[in-house]
């Protein structure tokens, strides 16, 4: 900016204000002669804040500085001192720095005003200069936050008293000693390093967090590192500290929490996924093993000595575990009485065993609870990895595996992670029975099959048999086996029955069924869309089943009146008034009600003897029958005639061909579902049922 600018003219002020702006870069921007005259010295525009720190007394230097800097680093909005200036004979001149930040101006952002006063009597002159002097050192020695002048070579000049206080010693004893002998050894190359940098070139202040080493402790400091005006060579800096020290023991425990398990400190799941990918992926000669432990009969401890007692077993075992293991091995505790133990640096299988059969002998050590002497056992299951075998979840997956069946068989059991035949069958292998399906899986199986994601819906379509048009679909659970294929309900319920899970799989396809009922809700015809789901013996038995139902409804914004809960006719007439309170209850909130494998029993029964429902659905045996056995005929025509007499729909299932979508629509049956119509589809396959222009070939054919 040229001197004979007019706006910078008017930025000049009265007589004896001087006035220079300074930019973010820390330049003069502008510069009133008069105080190049009365200094004798150069003062031109384009020069850095270093060349105004030249014109500062000694003692005020350092306030000087202070002010600047946090004005070039924009920590300091508004601030004020007086100063001296030393002109060219030594002689020194009253001055006045003011920062502030100029409000809705353009250009600088910073105003710095020195304003040489008349010379005053020298008396006069030394007794103001003393009392601000005297003010302005208070200001920075009392500073509540650690803080100090410092050479570019790093050593201490100035500490303010917060900083001695932390060094345990006077603030003046620190002058003279280098900032790094106030950190631990391995701070010490860092701090240097970020003060060489800091001090060779112009910039932004630099962070940087050190220990320091102080008679109270190790304390963490974060330091703000800045020069003391700009330049390619700043005269000095100013380091100013924070103790974040509970700050970071704080986070540390978050974090700390967020990995390892309450109970017995040990590393939790997450963690040690994480730390068996790392493992995984820079695996190059030996192999990487994962046992998978459960301790037997610990249910038993609980249910005798109480759940305390049992806490602290798990931590006793978690140590023993520990103290065989080897430096580089990892255990961590995934729930309940399992652990997982991480092995690295495996020179075979061989030495997977060995570690297994250690932790087998510190398990199995007697463990005092009270006046009793108890001994528990452990199943181990092994699997290991060398260079090209599977993910973590894989290895781990089959680990799982390898621990039920050595549950089951009561040994240690050894299980290869990569055979051979893992990427696929031998081509054209037929698929096997369900009953062969069925023995080939565990519960191991499907309880990894849940954690995996693995158990999913597929939709299959009921169709109107008058017209053709959808009515509405049933939801179907499938397993998607990684070595089996997709494996249908009846395969694995009995399965689920066994591991408890029924109740899981149950709400999993519910939380499906009112997914899609709130995207779908109207068929091709305007019609609401019904999705239809089954419900179990033991889900009918659960006295919240509306409440989860409900539950289910609010969550996903499907209408009540678009989903069908489906009811086993042998499950309900064996629960008898349980279920038909169930039913009352899940109607009361308008979920439709069908009754589910119907035939010859509830076809022998009264109007009035018929369980609350909206729905009858016909057995498949007996439609299978209906051209060629009279008994499965007289079945389905009954179940017909019993559902129109009360007014309610039906629908036949297993519908294979035309011939029996001629004779059920004959009958009187409105819906039907089977293979003839679609298989069972995924959603994303299954919404395109809902095309307006899709009919079903039902019509009886001209003569």
Known sequence: MADTDPAAERRTGPQGEHVALVGRGDRIVHVDPAPARILGRAITVDRTVGDVLALVHPDDLALTATLLTGAGAGTLDHAAAAVRLVDASGRSHDAHVSIGRIAGAPGPD??????????????????????????????????????????????????????????GVGPGSLAGTPLHALVVDA?????????????????????????????AGERRLQLLIGSAGGGTVPPFLVVQAVDVTDRRAVEADLVHRAFHDPLTGLPNRDLLLDRLAHALARRDRRAVGVLFLDLNRFKDVNDTFGHEAGDHLLAAMAERIRRVLRPADTVARFGGDEFVILLEELRGPTEAVDVANRIVDAVEEPYRIGDADITLTAAIGVAFSTHSGPDAQTLLRDADTAMYRAKAEGRLRLHEANPPERNGRAGGASTPAPDALAARLGEADLHQAFRDERIGVVFQPQVRLPDGTLAGLEALARWDHP????????????????????????????????????????????????????????ELARPDLAGVVEAALARTGAEPGHVCAEVGEADLLRLGTTATAALDRLRAIGVRISLDDAGATIADLHRDELPPVDEVKIDRPHVDGLLRDAAARRTVTSVIDLARSLDLRTVAEGVEDAEQVLELRTLGCEAGQGYYFAAPQPAAVAERLLAPDLRWPTAVPDP
């Not at 007794?127 to 936050?145: I, T």
């Not at 010490?188 to 080493?213: H, I």
């Open 483 to 538: 070595e089996l294929g997709v494996l249908p309900a009846s395969v694995f319920l009995p399965l689920a029955r066994s591991a408890g899970l029924l109740l899981h799989l149950g709400e999993l396809v519910l939380d499906r069924v009112c997914r899609a009922a709130a995207v779908w809700r109207r068929g091709p015809d305007g019609h609401p869309l019904v999705v239809s789901f089954n419900l179990s013996e033991v």
């Open 110 to 167: 910073w105003l710095l005003v020195l304003r040489t006063a008349p010379t005053s009597p020298p008396e006069a002159t030394d007794s103001r200069l003393a009392e601000r002097e005297a003010r302005l050192r208070a200001a920075f020695d009392d500073a509540p936050g650690p803080a100090a002048l410092v050479s570019r070579g790093g050593t201490i000049l100035r500490a303010n008293t917060a900083l001695g206080e932390l060094a």
């Open 187 to 215: 701070d010490r190359d860092l701090l240097d390093e970020r003060l060489r940098v800091r001090g060779e070139s112009p910039g932004a202040p630099v962070e940087v967090e050190v220990t320091a080493a102080t008679p």
